[in-house]
């Protein structure tokens, strides 16, 4: 099994956030104020909570589940996926590989992130912070990873993803082997990944040259 982090790892929102709060407040006439506080409340994580507190703290008129749903459809349109990843995970799955993404973040926005770039249809299972409220590193959202992929958590699979903390040091816990995406500063104490590679289409060809883990 080969599970995947999703931001940053499979997809690059980062520019797509910024894009998309841009555009939503030029498109209601909202100004830098606004703009400001949804770049930084947004940064980590965004749920329709979010858009309650913004519709109170600017006496908005609109209602708020009516803005969450605007900002998870513009993200959904803006995030792309490199068509290579595309491909390479088609390829580990025709090599008897189970995959699987293990994501922080709210279930609605990656999940439709996930429908529009074509990935759902890719994956065997998928577990989402939102799902049961624990973020990674803890080792829960692995193991319902693991189960979403009709399979059990075992040594011999790997999990893929650029944060030392969530990914690598949330792998090590669950007893699995690690990709770290290099790039984020590695912190001190921290395990050392079983392997690293510059993005993921260097972790997938390093996986179709590993044996599958089903």
């Known amino acids: 099994m080969a599970l995947f982090d999703l931001d940053g790892t499979l997809l690059d929102p980062k520019r797509a956030f910024s894009d998309v709060v841009t555009d939503l407040c030029l498109d209601h006439g909202w100004g830098l104020e606004v703009k400001g506080w949804l770049l930084t409340e947004l940064a980590d994580r965004a749920n329709a909570d979010d858009f309650a507190r913004l519709r109170q703290e600017y006496a908005l008129d609109i209602p708020a589940m009516q803005l969450w749903r605007e900002f998870i459809d513009r993200m959904a349109a803006s995030v ?7 491909s390479g995970l088609a390829r580990l799955r025709s090599h008897a590989w189970k995959i699987g993404v293990v994501a922080n973040g709210c279930s609605d926005v990656q ?18 912070s939102g799902d049961i409220d624990v973020r990674k590193p803890d080792t829960r959202l692995f193991r319902l990873a693991a189960v979403r992929c009709r399979t059990e958590l075992s040594g011999d699979a790997w999990m893929t993803g650029d944060s030392p903390t969530a990914d690598v040091h949330g792998g090590h816990r669950a007893g699995i082997r690690t990709i770290w995406l290099r790039g984020r500063r590695w912190l001190d104490g921290m395990p050392e990944p079983h392997h690293a590679v510059d993005d993921v289409r260097g972790a997938i060809s390093y996986l179709l040259d590993t044996p599958a883990a089903v």
């Open 80 to 86: 792309t996926c490199d068509p290579a990843v595309l």
């Open 111 to 128: 999940r439709a992130k996930m429908r529009a770039t074509g990935l759902a249809g890719l994956v065997d299972g998928v577990a989402i």
